[in-house]
């Protein structure tokens, strides 16, 4: 049986002792749920699987589905790589999955609403005060303040990881404002045409419901229902998600605006139409806390609405997802949420965590600083795979300018094991091989949760490389999840 | 419609007119050149750069230096470089409002002419390469014009190409006809006078239309008369006025304001002149005067059409 699979096709796949394969058993067989896409893909003849990834190759390039790459001289706009070869995840890990999510999402919206109101969490000294306040992510202007349906999170896109033991671990949350969700939507749109005999009889559930369920969401935040105007704020072209902003709106049909398209009068706010002013209800805004409001926050700020707010504040005006949410992606408050789970809900947590150091415990602190070229140290307040150092793939200077920096602001720093992420299968080059994986899938939280099946896989193309942002070398690949 | 957006449309539209005039313009010139009698030429760049609205005109004037520098010098605000970044720019900006063909068509352009720029020895084959700007302006027309939903957006667009036509019209003519009326049909070179109202007409793609209206016998008053007040010639001022004068309606209905705005008032009052007046009018007014207060009135069009739909004051629309 295994021998049979040896065909061409695969003699360049790799299987790791001490990582989870998506297709394959350690003993070469395939998984269950991935033998029809093996039979399939044996099948083909040969030259099949080149045309069919460069069909969808120009798709991408000829709908201008692109990001922005900062601090790249030949500037600028890049297609993510797209991988022809789907990831398949059954149904019952996507019950455990989306269960956990859904714990999870609760959990840290009740969470955010405690430290911004009693600090209950604090009083039973289940996480310090200290390193909520020294969080450069929290927003002292939000205490006290109510937000529609206690929902401060509404739109997020959590970072899962598979690990040696083959189950999910979530790596990072981000609560401000994820992105990716756009290419999940594109990835199985272009894979649905480029090769659709792959989807025959495998029972995958669709995900093109998003942008429904996501006005829907926005919808279940504002005080009203009748001539209701929801707006999406971009910070405008020079984005790197600039792509994914005008995507989103034109999905749910509604404006895409600047900050300089709206402005405040009254506590109101009010975009600038040539029909004069119209009144905007709910902003699903891709802009940072930092530049939402110059008034109120970074006073440099030329991407944001002055009083923006103010009006928030006085409840004229909803915002998606609320501000001051960074908090509770902060990497080092990351570290206390199996316990928030446990405080709030009263439940263990469904996910797991990635085992996380605290710099600021001395101990901790010591243990990390000693084994830098084994471990990977994050800086606490910053996403994208920026502002990190892989210990395993460093050079000695790397690893002493980081020693250097966690002692300065140890607070600042956290630090992991180099995790494992579990390989896929993906046609690189006339073959296929293994790659490391992530998933992000998209939870929406307004008056229900809802995560749509699925998720943005993201690849590390390069060989043994684990590093999968699409700044940095990454690709992505359509997620299925089965019926059944 | 966002008010930023019309903004983009209408300044996409009016750079891109210009590079297209600014390209025509120098394809004729070219094209003259190559015949000109001993002499002749004096005073040929300065009346050219006049017309194109260059200030201030360099003293000391060399002509490859000046057509190097009106096509591709990208910070020069009159070159066609610079006019079709800022085109592209502003239709960058707006990509999901226009349609994906326009886009495309435009961006093409942008990339081709900085192709040509690249490419050393373009001076020596000029009139392909202003050709294809030409013909790009125009095949970014028909798309919009073929592919675009007639609404609010397509009007700003089409009122930003005319009031940018009309204010090219206007300097040109501005530059090139007055010395005409002064001379006397016996002036030394007769021939030389006739080329240069021919290449006049044809820095407007006038020539073939005008002759089908009047003869070619090249008389001033009539190629006045002809870019001025013809209805039909679509580079005319009344042609211009009066179809901006219409999309100016056709937004306020879209609006649902008033007509008499007074955007509609200024654009409706300059279409009545250029209706009723008769070339008489113009030269008893003086032709300079005359269309000093034509450019006027373009610049007032602009100005209202702003503080209507664009950048209007808060109060203004808040008592709306």
Known sequence: MAADHRTDLFTDYRLDARTYDEMFLPDHTPRAHYRGMVERLI????????????????????????????????????????????????????????????????????????????????????????????????????????????????????????????????????????????????????????????????????????????????????????????????????????????????????????????????????????????????????????????????????????????????????????????????????????????????????????????????????????????????????????????????????????????????????????????????????????????????????????????????????????????SQGGGSKDTWVLYE | MLSRVADHLYWMSRYLERAEHTARVLDVFLNRALETAPGAADGRLVRLLRGLDIQPIPEHLDVQEMLQRLTFDSSYSGSIVFNLTGARENARHIREQISSEMWMEINQLYLEVRHTDRALGWLNEPHPFYVGVKDGAHLFQGITDATMNHNQGWHFIQIGRYVERLINLVNFLNAQLPRHFSESPESDQPVERYFDLVALLKSFSAFEAFCKVYNPDMQPERIAEFLLFNAEFPRSARFCVDTLFSSLNSLADATMRHKNLKVNRVAGRLQSILSFDEVEDVLSTGFSAYLTGMKQQAYQIHDALFDTYISYPIEAALTN
């Open chain 1, 43 to 470: 099948s083909y003849k040969p030259g099949e699987l080149e045309y069919r990834q460069s069909a969808s190759d120009l798709t991408f390039l000829n709908q201008g589905i692109t990001f922005t790459v900062y601090g790249d001289d030949q500037g600028t706009e890049r297609t993510f790589p797209f991988d022809l070869l789907p990831r398949i995840i059954t149904h019952d890990e996507w019950e455990t999955v989306e269960k956990g999510l859904t714990q999870r999402i609760i959990a840290l919206n009740l969470f955010l609403h405690d430290i911004y109101h009693e600090g209950l969490i604090f009083r039973d000294k289940v996480v310090p005060y200290e390193l909520i306040a020294s969080s450069r992510h929290y927003r002292r202007e939000m205490r006290g303040i109510d937000v529609p349906r206690g929902v401060y999170v509404s739109i997020c896109g959590t970072d899962l990881v598979r690990l040696e033991d083959g189950r999910f671990y979530v790596l990072e949350d981000n609560l401000r404002v994820p992105s990716g969700v756009s290419y999940m939507l594109a990835n199985r749109q272009v894979a649905k045409n480029v090769f659709p005999h792959l989807f025959s009889n495998y029972g995958v559930r669709p995900v093109d419901q998003y942008g429904q369920a996501l006005l829907r969401t926005l919808r279940s935040l504002a005080p009203q229902v009748d001539d209701l105007t929801i707006v999406l704020l971009t910070p405008g072209v020079y984005n790197s998600a600039y792509y994914e902003h005008t995507f989103l709106a034109r999905l749910m049909g509604i404006q895409l605006v600047e900050g300089r398209d709206l402005l405040t009068h009254d506590g109101r706010v009010y975009m600038r139409t040539t029909s004069g002013l119209k009144r905007v209800d709910v902003i699903y805004r891709r802009i940072d806390d930092d530049f939402l409001d110059p008034l109120a926050f970074r006073p440099d700020s030329t991407l944001g609405v002055n009083g923006l707010f103010n009006a928030y504040r006085a409840g004229s005006v909803v915002l998606a997802n609320s501000v001051g949410t960074g908090i509770a992606d902060d990497k080092a408050v990351y570290a206390y949420v199996p316990a928030i789970i446990r405080y709030y809900l009263n439940e263990e947590p469904i996910l797991g965590n990635v085992e996380t150091y605290l710099l600021e415990d001395e101990r901790q602190r010591a243990h990390v600083l000693s084994n830098l070229d084994k471990l990977v140290v994050k800086a606490v307040g910053e996403s994208g795979g920026y502002g990190m150092l892989i210990g395993p793939h460093s050079t000695k200077a790397e690893q002493d300018a980081f020693a250097r920096q966690i002692a300065a602001n140890p607070r600042n720093y956290i630090a992991q094991p180099t995790l494992s992420l579990s390989t896929a299968p993906c046609f690189i080059d006339g073959k296929i091989v293994a790659r490391h994986v992530d998933l992000r899938p998209y939870i929406l939280y307004g008056d229900r949760v809802t995560i749509v099946p699925g998720g943005l896989t993201r690849v590390a193309l390069r060989e043994g490389s684990l590093v999968v942002n699409s």
